[in-house]
């Protein structure tokens, strides 16, 4: 959604608050994940109707025209193109929606990848990218309070990661802690040995070729691997995969009660959160190394990520602006906004 339309979004959000009518689903309330990234609805003019592209901050350097967060090709820092966010200022390349699948209410995420690689698509997952996450903030404080995605190394699966110690507010401050997957269990330390295996049901990895663009992405361009190389483009990959809602809180739940993140006691999230989103490659476990969206390798890494990506729910609707605040008849609302407000002008 563009940001200008952001005063209505907030009307109808905040009346939805106040009244207890139901948020009208912005888009198709079953998830495709192998669905189109874009349609297009005239020459040269594209809708995004079920993949919401994560937004920019007006003022940040990596903003398409049209409002959204886009990242470098070739800005990866550990040389695997397969591990490389594409993108350009006509098209982003991270995405969130909400709906569900086989009747449960999930969250899904689409990366695209400079170089397709056909070891994900063959489903032996021995290439890049090795870890690819998406990291929230669910407190507003521009910290990330978690972590989520399809894990590469030992058995493929959905896995979350808590923060590592460290201040988690900027690429070169964020670290993980070892995959787990919420199993239910009181006073037991977080586990792995539950994390649901990759299927059509909660993955899905596509070739975006020249011939597959039309469908699967309008106006997509294929980029180069290396920009030393500019005539030498490769097909790209599209990942997508998608997390019960109940699993993300569950996961902050185990997080508070197993792993001593206390300030997340009770914190839950629905598809109306507003939420940080972030998105990176690693090669290990631990650390953010490879590529982290919205932002190039050879920009200062400790800029915050409240400060190059923007809170918004999984519908793709962002924070109302402050304008509508005095819309606010209760303080808690208010004040809940403001805070989220203040937290991205901090960075
Ligand atoms: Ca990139
Ligand atoms: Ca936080
Ligand atoms: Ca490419
Ligand atoms: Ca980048």
Redesign the pocket.
């Given at each position: 959604m563009h940001p200008r339309r952001a005063p209505l979004c907030a009307v109808l959000s905040l009346a939805g608050l106040f009244t207890g009518t139901p948020f009208a689903r912005a888009q198709n309330t079953t998830i495709d994940l192998a669905g189109p990234t874009r349609v297009q609805t005239s020459p040269g003019v594209y809708g995004y109707t079920t993949w919401k592209p994560i937004l920019a901050p007006t003022s940040w350097t990596y903003r398409t025209s049209d409002g959204y967060l886009y990242d470098a090709?070739d800005d990866q820092q550990t040389g695997q193109?397969d591990s490389?966010f594409?993108g350009s200022t006509q098209t982003p390349a991270f995405f969130v929606q909400t709906g569900t699948i086989n009747g449960v209410e999930m969250v899904a995420m689409r990366v695209i990848?400079?170089?397709?690689d056909a070891n994900i698509a063959s489903g032996t997952y021995t290439g890049n990218p090795v870890n690819v996450r998406v990291g929230i903030d669910v407190t507003g404080d521009g910290k990330l309070d978690l972590f989520m995605g399809p894990n590469f190394q030992g058995t493929p699966g959905m896995v979350f990661q808590i923060p590592g110690t460290g201040a988690n507010t900027s690429p070169s401050t964020t670290t993980t802690s070892s995959v787990f997957y919420p199993d239910g269990v009181a006073n037991n330390a977080l586990s792995s040995t539950s994390s649901p295996a990759l299927s059509a049901s909660n993955f899905n990895y596509q070739r975006l070729s020249s011939a597959t663009a039309s469908t699967l992405y309008p106006g997509w361009v294929?980029?180069?691997?290396s920009l030393s190389k500019p005539n030498q483009?490769?097909?790209?990959g599209v990942m997508s995969w998608a997390i019960p809602v109940s699993a993300i809180n569950n996961a902050l739940a185990e997080a508070a009660t197993q792993a001593g993140l206390s300030y997340l006691s009770g914190v839950t999230i629905s598809p109306s959160s507003f939420l940080l989103w972030v998105a990176f490659t690693a090669t290990q476990n631990n650390s953010v190394n490879q590529d982290a969206y919205g932002i190039k390798a050879s920009d200062s890494q400790t800029t915050p990520w409240n400060s190059f990506t923007s809170y918004m729910d999984a519908f793709g609707r962002p924070v109302p602006e402050p304008a509508t605040y005095g819309l606010c008849l209760g303080g808690g609302l208010c004040g809940f906004l403001m805070l989220r407000r203040r937290g991205k002008r901090a960075a």
């Open positions: 090709p193109s490389d594409a990848f400079n170089s397709y294929l980029q180069p691997e483009t490769g097909d790209e």
